[in-house]
């Protein structure tokens, strides 16, 4: 019934290359139990979503309705005016300078008052710099041509004692010297200024009379845009007003 210790087998011998094994085993868990706690320590930690127990409600945009339209009545914005039906010429071969006629639309679509569209004359470059001359300074413009031509030779002639600046319906042409070649600033009173050298200013006059007909042209439509500007004036109004009658 009971074995004596003959009989029980030996115990077995761990040898040392299983030891050292094992103990690799164990330091290699640690490791990388450390190494996990490490990385939850610096993982961010997840927010819990925060359910509001009150349905939503649209009064923050309510509330930011009436601060932009209290804003817009106490400080209107002007908005540039805004320049259709345009005709563009180039002045330069590279098309850096520019004429562009087109009828010019002063007023907002939610202004209260009304300006009548007008003709506009616009020389301008690729850079941005652009002046705006009305008729008066275009006819000035072509009728002194003669005048400013020999402004440009004599400031190309006599450099050290450059001509007195010119002035026409309101705006000031200066002339110089750049490059060894004559120069013309056309400057307006609210600053807005564009140079242009003889040639560009040559190439100028000879679309005089393209440009002359495309000014008739314009002014015989102002009154039809002028319609359809109120018409389109009166369907935003109406549109506005059914918006802010749906709205809760």
Not at 88 to 103: S, V
Not at 132 to 159: F, N, P, Y
Not at 229 to 240: D, G, H, P, Q, V
Request: aromatic residues 6%.
């Amino acid at each position: 019934m009971f074995s004596t210790l003959a009989d029980r087998p030996a115990p077995k011998s761990i040898s040392p290359t299983e030891t050292a094994d094992s103990e690799a085993n164990d330091n290699d868990n640690k490791r990388r139990r450390i190494s996990s706690m490490d990385d939850r320590q610096y993982l961010p930690r997840r927010q819990e979503s925060r359910r509001s127990s009150h349905p939503p409600t649209d009064a923050p945009v309510e509330d930011d309705r009436r601060r932009h339209q209290e804003f817009r009545s106490n400080f209107p914005v002007e908005l540039p005016p805004v320049r259709i039906l345009t005709t563009r010429y180039l002045l330069t071969t590279t098309g850096y300078k520019y004429i562009a006629i087109g009828i010019t639309i002063k007023t907002p679509w939610y202004s209260l008052h009304t300006t009548p569209s007008y003709v506009d004359i616009a020389l301008g470059d690729k850079q941005g710099r652009e002046i705006s001359l009305t008729l008066d300074m275009w006819k000035g413009l072509i009728e002194r041509k003669r005048d400013v031509l020999s402004c440009m030779e004599r400031a190309l002639s006599d450099v050290t004692h450059p001509p007195s600046p010119m002035s026409i319906g309101g705006m000031t042409m200066r002339f110089g010297v750049i490059n060894n070649g004559s120069i013309v600033r056309i400057e307006l009173p609210n600053l807005a200024r564009v140079a242009m050298v003889r040639t560009t200013l040559l190439k100028l006059y000879n679309l005089q009379f393209c440009v002359d007909r495309v000014i008739r042209a314009l002014n015989a439509a102002t009154e039809e845009v002028d319609a359809k500007f109120l018409r389109y004036r009166e369907i935003a109004a109406a549109a506005m007003k059914m918006e802010t009658s749906i709205q809760p």
